[in-house]
């Protein structure tokens, strides 16, 4: 059973940064692009930003460039996405969840596993 | 990157079918056949229902269908079924190599 771990629920006071970390059990993840996607309360999907497997390549939204940096540890298979400068606005959950190779061998671009989630509250 | 346009509601009743639309330009959805649908329930974690336009991950109902007309790609599900009251979103992979959701659906069954 393929499952990916996310860290828990964090609260933190608005300019502060926050970090979430995924990682999988069941399976390896270390050559896939792992995704991060949030969701503010009531709110649609937002795709984030990717990390490569090697964590040499990252892609982030526009929006949140500058504020927004992911990594990876490959000795420990852990993935994480740190949000700086925080707003109450970023109050969300946040997902990751990983793009699979598809038949050649390539990056499939869709997400199939996703995280439990992890609940991020931005308040003073 | 604007989110891709879908209707905010659906519904039907049991055993009908429905579509829910998602509009995007020619620079993702239009672009390339990278267009995956997600169902989710609330407080739940999005499930993968149709990758590439139309193509149904194992385990996934042959209730949901897709496919796409130039800018605009749909989701079809048949015989609809209360379990099938959700939000749905579509997303695409776009030409500036990120990706972007739909505005999200919701379908309620009658």
């Known amino acids: 059973q393929v499952h990916l771990v996310q860290s828990g629920a964090d609260v933190k006071e608005p300019g502060a940064s926050v970090k979430v970390s995924c990682k999988a059990s069941?399976?390896?993840?270390?050559?896939?692009?792992v995704h991060w996607v949030r969701q503010a309360p009531g709110q649609g999907l937002e795709w984030t930003g990717t990390?490569?497997?090697?964590?040499?390549?990252?892609g982030y939204a526009q929006n949140l460039r500058g504020r927004v940096t992911m990594t990876r540890d490959t000795s420990t298979g852990t993935v994480y996405m740190e949000l700086s400068s925080l707003r109450s606005e970023d109050t969300a959950v946040y997902y990751c969840?990983?793009?699979?190779?598809?038949?050649?061998?390539?990056?499939?671009?869709?997400?199939?596993?996703w995280g439990q989630g992890s609940l991020v509250t931005v308040s003073s | 990157q604007s989110a891709l346009t879908q209707p905010a509601s659906v519904s039907g009743s049991p055993g009908q079918s429905i579509t829910i639309s998602c509009t995007g330009t020619?620079?993702?959805?239009?672009?390339?056949?990278?267009v995956s649908w997600y169902q989710q329930h609330p407080a739940k974690a999005p499930l993968l229902l149709i990758s590439?336009?139309?193509n149904r991950p194992s385990g996934v109902s042959s209730r949901f269908s897709g496919s796409k007309s130039g800018n605009t790609a749909s989701l079809t599900i048949s015989g609809l079924q209360a379990e099938d009251e959700a939000d749905y979103y579509c997303?695409?992979?776009?030409?500036?190599?990120?990706?972007?959701f739909g505005t999200g659906t919701k379908v309620t069954v009658l």
């Open positions: 020619s620079s993702d959805v239009g672009a390339y056949n990278y």
């Open positions: 069941g399976y390896t993840f270390t050559n896939l692009y």
């Open positions: 590439d336009v139309s």
């Open positions: 990390i490569g497997p090697s964590g040499r390549h990252t």
């Open positions: 997303n695409s992979f776009t030409s500036s190599g990120t990706y972007v």
């Open positions: 969840a990983t793009e699979p190779k598809d038949t050649y061998g390539g990056d499939a671009k869709y997400f199939d596993y």
